[in-house]
């Protein structure tokens, strides 16, 4: 009986061939770790505007429901700097919340319309985003007939 030599061993994986599949592996990890990266910088970024839209819409509502025509003035909204805005169990740390009333007079000088915009602002990366609301309102919700 004889024994065959053979030069090549097929049973195993070379040095080279090891190191070129953790190489692929280790791109392929680096590219999923990125792309999970943005994944949640993306869902927080969402999540500011999610939060800056609902404290604008609360203010709005306030204004809207709470006050007579002649008392809506950016005075007596003042705005609420980072840290101010109180509510629930939510951190509103992050937002800073301001109110500008505009005027529209008829010919007489007399006020007939109030343009309210509502902007709420947070930090992201070093710029500065907002979400703002704009509602019109009219003098005639408080003429009685």
């Not at 999970?36 to 927080?44: C, D, E, G, K, T």
């Amino acid at each position: 009986m004889r024994i065959k030599k053979s030069f090549g061993n097929n049973a195993g994986m070379t040095l080279v061939e090891i190191m070129v599949a953790m190489t692929i592996f280790a791109v392929g990890v680096l590219s999923l770790t990125r792309v999970m990266f943005q994944a949640m910088h993306s869902n927080l970024r969402s999540k500011h505007v999610v939060v800056a839209t609902n404290l604008a819409n609360q203010r709005m509502e306030q204004i809207m429901s709470s006050m007579r025509y002649d008392n809506i003035t950016a005075g007596a909204f003042p705005t609420e700097n980072y840290g101010t805005i109180e509510g629930g169990k939510a951190d509103y740390s992050h937002f800073r919340r301001t109110v500008a009333v505009a005027d529209s007079v008829d010919a007489l000088g007399t006020s007939v319309m109030k343009e309210v915009t509502v902007r709420v602002e947070w930090r992201d990366n070093g710029r500065v985003r907002n979400a703002q609301i704009r509602s019109s309102i009219s003098r005639f919700k408080d003429i009685k007939l």
